[in-house]
């Protein structure tokens, strides 16, 4: 097999722009000769079949890496392609090969870690050595962390290989333009290049969906993986916060941030999750809670609805008419496998969370945040707000061309932002969020219900900005749901439900008390068995 070579391409941008960007695609494809599994094959399998396959030989790391090299080259890097990865790790093909030259070394038959040998993407805004950490930013085009986050070296050091970087609306907010960032340019959605891939982990999402790589690594601070992973029918999980480390990633509000996995399946979701836990000093967060006792993946091939008790939450209904649609089909179709359902309507104060929670606290954290992660750049990098503002501004004519207007308004605004001492921020933290854990919890354990049902978002994938289809119905704000897990640090995990028009997938989220990953992760489970059966019955 030929060697995976690299070169640098300018991005579509002003001259001056282009000038000052580069980022590493692919130019040629590997030659498949001898591989005993084809490429086409190599990217569909789970985590499970490719732990299985590379444990017995049927296939390599580098075979692997190469295949899904060769399907960003063709799927993703081309003028009309989903510009899901931003950048490719150079080094990629070359780890894959080491790491099947120490399995040469093993005992025949040995398995090994659930992610060894394997590749992973991750979003631009994580640290990883050797690629830039952009947050789809002109002012960190050059920014080369002397670090890995803590997640990402967590998954190195079990033997997982990192192929690349993922687009993101940029700095981790979409400001209304979802996927989009100056660095990386528009994703598109898998399903429907009129739509995008919705924000802020685009990338990642739309690389799982298109089957650029096995599971990607994302953040979500009010909605960014599960929003996704909802319109492009993976499986995004926001996890209880704490259980995963959100160290070596550039901040948005760690009040809210959280790191994660978008992927194909939940049994995939479980084993990217059981990897990538673990308390870390350099994250307060992590310290202190209540940890699984068992791997997460154990058991879900055994899980059941059948029983349980999910309480369907209709505060949220009427935004898009088949979007309710896949929402009774989906509560039917659980009755019918023995759960006991009931509709509930929460309490007004979760219908708007972001603006009388969550919006107010990133307001106040985000310069204090973003500045602390500046600070601590190698040489040569902004090391606060102001001055990379000023960098902005040489790269985008003040906001005007290349970057998000909407993004550039925003961080105008938190130039004069000193807001974490004040008595407002201060109530929100001490006494608001957690009476509203309280309530909900409180709200839980009456009804002993087993988790929250609702679709993850109101609508379908927004349209791409500057293109129309009229299919798109979107009659009120659609991501109030997906705030309620954001503001309280609860569990929560998507899975498709079902399609709407415009071949959009639409995603369906349970969402537990704290703690109760693995129940989330169950449910998700036994539903997504439902949802595959009820979508094989129909093609029959």
């Known amino acids: 097999m030929k060697d995976i070579h690299t070169m640098t391409k300018r991005l579509n941008l002003s001259t001056r722009c282009r000038r000052s960007v580069a980022v590493l695609v692919l130019t040629a494809a590997p030659v498949w000769a001898t591989a005993a599994t084809p490429p086409e094959r190599i990217v569909d399998m789970s985590l499970v079949e490719l732990r299985i396959a590379l444990d017995q030989g049927r296939i390599t790391s580098a075979e692997l890496v190469g295949a899904y090299l060769e399907r960003i080259a063709t799927v993703d890097q081309p003028a009309g392609g989903l510009h899901a990865v931003l950048a490719v790790n150079g080094k990629a093909m070359e780890q894959a090969r080491a790491w099947d030259a120490r399995r040469t070394q093993q005992s025949a038959g ?4 659930p992610l060894a040998g394997i590749p992973f993407l991750a979003k631009d805004n994580f640290d990883a050595v050797g690629l830039p950490n952009t947050g789809g930013s002109l002012a960190l085009a050059h920014s080369m962390p002397a670090s890995n986050a803590f997640v990402i070296q967590k998954l190195l050091d079990q033997g997982a290989i990192l192929l690349g970087k993922t687009n993101l609306s940029e700095l981790a907010a979409s400001y209304g333009w979802y996927g989009y960032s100056a660095v990386g340019g528009q994703t598109l959605n898998p399903f429907n290049a009129l739509r995008t891939a919705d924000g ?4 990642s999402a739309a690389a799982v969906a298109a089957k650029l790589a096995p599971f990607a690594l994302g953040t979500d601070t009010t909605g960014s993986i599960r929003s996704p992973a909802s ?9 209880t916060m704490g259980l995963v480390s959100r160290s070596g990633v550039i901040p948005m509000s760690l009040t809210a941030d959280a790191v994660g996995a978008i992927t194909r399946s939940v049994e995939d979701q479980a084993i990217v999750l059981d990897a990538i836990q673990g308390e870390d000093k350099n994250d307060a967060s992590t310290k202190g809670i209540t940890r699984p006792q068992s791997p997460l993946a154990r058991g879900l091939s055994g899980s059941t609805l059948a029983e349980k008790v999910i309480a369907v939450v209709d505060n949220f209904d009427g935004a898009n008419p088949e979007v309710d649609v896949i929402k009774r089909n989906a509560v039917a179709a659980m009755q019918r496998a023995g759960a006991r359902v009931i509709n509930i309507r929460l309490p007004k104060a979760f219908e708007t969370l972001q603006p009388s929670v969550l919006g107010p606290i990133g307001v106040a954290e985000f ?14 990098q902004p090391k606060d707000l102001r001055e990379f503002m000023s960098r902005l501004d040489t790269l985008t004519d003040k906001g005007t061309r290349t970057i998000n207007p909407g993004r550039y308004k925003g961080l105008i ?3 004069e932002t000193r807001a974490t001492d004040s ?3 201060i109530q929100l933290l001490s006494v608001v969020i957690p009476s509203l854990k309280r309530e909900l919890t409180g709200l839980m354990e009456a009804g002993q219900y087993d988790a929250l049902f609702y679709p993850t978002i109101g609508c379908t994938a927004p349209v791409v900005p500057g293109k129309t289809d009229p299919e798109f119905v979107c009659k009120s704000y ?4 997906a705030k309620i897990a954001s503001t309280t640090g609860f569990p929560e995990v998507t899975v498709n439900g079902g399609k709407a028009a415009g071949n959009i997938p639409v995603g369906v989220s349970f969402l537990a008390k704290a703690g109760n990953d693995a129940k989330v992760l169950e449910l998700a489970a036994a539903f997504e068995r439902l949802h595959r059966a ?3 019955h129909k093609m029959d």
């Open 110 to 113: 040995q398995p090994g870690a």
């Open 200 to 203: 802020s982990s685009s990338g």
């Open 231 to 239: 319109v492009t029918g993976t499986v995004g999980m926001r996890s």
């Open 367 to 380: 310069k204090p945040q973003f500045e602390a992660y500046l600070a601590g750049l190698p040489a040569g």
């Open 413 to 415: 605004e938190n130039l």
């Open 423 to 425: 008595p407002e921020y």
């Open 478 to 481: 659609a991501y109030a749901a």
């Open 534 to 536: 009820r979508a094989a």
